[in-house]
């Protein structure tokens, strides 16, 4: 699939020095994307510039805490200077805390609250501060989870089910309130991915990524590629209708 309107827009990617995001950034920069990657990772800078010599497109680097406004300003100014305003905003920063909820603790609590919903908002609020500036339209791809409307078993992970739901309405909420001004929103909800933060546990833990594989029709989990044409489709103008929708990809996990 190739949408020529995304050959030469400007794309941020938060979470973006390896995993899902950095996975997504190359779907972007196969389309032609110039891509800024912002992660809390000093990776970021060595990941940004595989990427540019891979693609041959202009990219950016931050080291970027996303749970810091601040941090994110400085991000996206520096991203604006190096390559354009971005008009396609990934927001694939996430982490996860699995333990039973009456033993978790305070900072735990907090700390997946604030990277996952919080950072979430604060880039996003950031991306459509400069696109309203320059007047441009754009389109925001939140990286949710089916874990937002369905309950994984068997790990326990309140904190991450919670903010992934949160982060889903967020999506809602943003696409209604900026849609006027030509922003649209979406979340994207994967389920079982053979992302970095997944497989550092189904290495160690063969018998429950079988019970994962087992429970998704599919017969499968997903690859980062699994993703990679619903975001280039939603971050282009071929889906310049579709906003506020939360687009599950899971192998049909949550339809059983």
């Not at 995993?19 to 994307?33: D, N, R, W």
């Not at 694939?92 to 033993?103: E, K, L, P, R």
């Not at 970095?196 to 087992?214: G, I, P, S, Y």
């Amino acid at each position: 699939m190739e949408f020529s309107d995304l050959h030469g827009r400007v794309a941020a990617i938060t979470g973006g020095a390896r995993g899902l995001g950095y996975s997504i950034a190359e779907a972007l920069a196969a389309q032609g994307c110039a891509v800024a990657l912002l992660d809390v990772l000093p990776d970021v800078v060595e990941s940004a510039h595989r990427l540019a010599e891979q693609f041959n497109v202009p990219t950016y680097s931050a080291i970027t805490d996303v749970t810091e406004p601040d941090s994110l300003a400085q991000a996206f100014t520096g991203a604006e200077k190096a390559l354009g305003t971005p008009q396609a905003l990934v927001t694939a920063a996430g982490i996860t805390i699995w333990n039973d909820s009456v033993n978790v603790s305070v900072a735990e609590w907090r700390k997946v609250l604030a990277v996952n919903l919080d950072g979430t908002f604060f880039a996003a609020q950031a991306f459509a501060k400069a696109l309203l500036a320059a007047k441009l339209p754009g389109s925001a791809i939140f990286i949710s989870s089916m874990s937002g409307s369905i309950v994984n078993v068997p790990q326990h992970q309140a904190s991450y089910n919670s903010s992934k739901a949160a982060v889903t309405q967020l999506a809602k909420s943003l696409a209604v309130e900026w849609a006027p001004s030509g922003i649209r929103v979406n979340a994207v909800a994967p389920g079982y991915f053979l992302s970095d933060m997944t497989r550092q546990f189904t290495e160690k833990n063969a018998e429950l990524a079988a019970d994962w594989v087992a429970r998704t029709p599919a017969g499968r989990m997903g690859q980062p590629q699994d993703l990679h044409g619903i975001v280039a489709f939603l971050a282009s103008d071929a889906s310049s209708y579709i906003t506020a929708q939360n687009i599950v990809i899971d192998g049909g996990y949550t339809a059983i």
